[in-house]
């Protein structure tokens, strides 16, 4: 296999997996969170039954859907935790400041997690393995909550130094990590700003809020994590990899192609996940349309040499 950035933070190096306990306003700030846009969530089906829901709110809520998913797709997780393609300064700031506003933690959090998980996958260690618990559906249930979003209201904090040096040692996304409060702020109340001055009226700030901030965050937030739930438990795997992840299609249009799963997991470098006939990867097209612009360099395109060490029944 090509050598990946989890490589130098495989199990057993030198420093510990974990670095102490998150903070206190941390954690208060994750809580908050993940559970006021889950509540906007719930409340959402009542709330468009016949009112509070117009073509302009549905409007600024897949603007912000597409740009901070696909910040955290193309940009968090297939640039900078993976490496599957080199962007040039504006661009890898541009996607950190896209991905922190889907809500899901500072970059370097974010992937210091996501390579933890790798390097652990389905294992000990993996920070949100739905598996951990055993097989029997008691276990799979309470795993499953785990891997969805349990796993975020733990203490424990992943060791920074150890999975995510490069982003450390990088100003720019540092600079990103400080405005952490700031960005998440701005991606609630942005919505509703350009939602009251295109109406004129606070009628339609607040509704873009609710639709196109709270409900949007949280929308987002239960995709992502069906990827780590839902996509190590069910699906199809016709790669081989060395954990449980699976191509799971009704997820593909909506995580942009995250939900092609069991190739990530058995090419993790790879810049296309959904690699075979009809897998639609929207967020591969959007490398690919950086790449034409000349903003993407030495993107790790699928090659059938690099798709027949990894397909089942292939010799390696």
Same mark, same amino acid.
């Given at each position: 296999?090509?050598?990946?950035?989890?490589? @130098?933070? &495989?199990? /057993?190096?030198?420093? @510990? =997996?974990?670095?102490?306990?998150?903070?206190?306003?941390?954690?208060?700030?994750?809580?908050?969170?993940?559970?006021?846009?889950?509540?906007?969530?719930?409340?959402?089906?009542? !709330?468009? *039954?016949?009112?509070?829901?117009?073509?302009?709110?549905?409007?600024?809520?897949?603007?912000?859907?597409?740009?901070?998913?696909? /910040?955290?797709?193309?940009?968090?997780?297939?640039?900078?935790?993976?490496?599957?393609?080199?962007?040039?300064? +504006?661009?890898?700031?541009?996607?950190?400041?896209?991905?922190?506003?889907?809500? &899901?933690?500072?970059?370097?959090?974010?992937?210091?997690?996501?390579?933890?998980?790798?390097?652990?996958?389905?294992?000990?260690?993996?920070?949100?393995? +739905?598996?951990?618990?055993?097989?029997?559906?008691?276990?799979?249930?309470?795993?499953?909550?785990?891997?969805?979003?349990?796993?975020?209201?733990?203490?424990?904090?992943?060791?920074?130094?150890?999975?995510?040096?490069?982003? =450390?040692?990088?100003?720019?996304?540092?600079?990103?990590?400080?405005? !952490?409060? +700031?960005?998440?702020? !701005?991606?609630?109340?942005? +919505?509703?700003?350009?939602?009251?001055? $295109?109406?004129?009226?606070? *009628?339609?700030?607040?509704?873009? !809020?609710?639709?196109?901030?709270?409900?949007?965050?949280?929308?987002?937030?239960?995709?992502? *994590?069906?990827?780590?739930? $839902?996509?190590?438990?069910? /699906?199809?795997?016709?790669?081989?990899?060395?954990?449980?992840?699976?191509?799971?299609?009704?997820?593909?249009?909506?995580?942009?192609?995250?939900?092609?799963?069991?190739?990530?997991?058995?090419?993790?470098?790879?810049?296309?996940?959904?690699?075979?006939?009809? &897998?639609?990867? $929207?967020?591969?097209?959007?490398? *690919? $349309?950086?790449?034409?612009?000349?903003?993407?360099?030495?993107?790790?395109?699928?090659?059938?040499?690099?798709?027949?060490?990894?397909?089942?029944? &292939?010799?390696?």
């Amino acid at each position: 296999m090509t050598a990946t950035l989890e490589t @130098p933070v &495989q199990p /057993g190096g030198p420093k @510990p =997996m974990l670095d102490g306990e998150r903070s206190a306003a941390s954690y208060l700030g994750v809580k908050i969170f993940v559970v006021l846009p889950f509540l906007a969530l719930i409340a959402a089906v009542p !709330l468009a *039954w016949g009112w509070g829901l117009s073509w302009l709110d549905i409007g600024l809520a897949l603007g912000f859907y597409a740009i901070s998913g696909l /910040g955290v797709t193309v940009g968090f997780h297939r640039l900078f935790t993976h490496g599957s393609f080199r962007a040039n300064t +504006p661009l890898r700031v541009g996607l950190a400041v896209a991905g922190t506003l889907a809500v &899901q933690g500072s970059p370097t959090d974010w992937v210091a997690d996501h390579r933890r998980h790798h390097a652990f996958s389905d294992k000990e260690g993996d920070p949100h393995s +739905p598996w951990l618990y055993g097989d029997s559906p008691l276990a799979l249930a309470k795993g499953f909550w785990h891997a969805h979003m349990g796993w975020m209201f733990e203490r424990e904090k992943t060791n920074l130094d150890r999975f995510a040096p490069d982003l =450390m040692a990088d100003k720019n996304i540092r600079a990103v990590d400080k405005l !952490l409060v +700031p960005i998440t702020t !701005l991606s609630f109340i942005l +919505p509703g700003i350009l939602g009251g001055l $295109i109406t004129w009226s606070w *009628w339609g700030a607040l509704t873009a !809020l609710f639709w196109a901030g709270f409900v949007r965050v949280s929308f987002l937030h239960h995709i992502t *994590w069906s990827v780590n739930s $839902i996509c190590h438990m069910i /699906g199809d795997r016709p790669f081989k990899s060395k954990d449980k992840a699976a191509n799971f299609w009704p997820l593909a249009i909506l995580s942009f192609g995250e939900s092609w799963h069991n190739l990530h997991h058995a090419d993790p470098t790879c810049a296309r996940h959904g690699v075979l006939r009809g &897998q639609v990867d $929207i967020s591969a097209r959007v490398i *690919w $349309i950086f790449e034409k612009l000349g903003w993407a360099t030495q993107v790790r395109w699928p090659t059938p040499r690099r798709l027949a060490r990894i397909t089942k029944g &292939q010799d390696d």
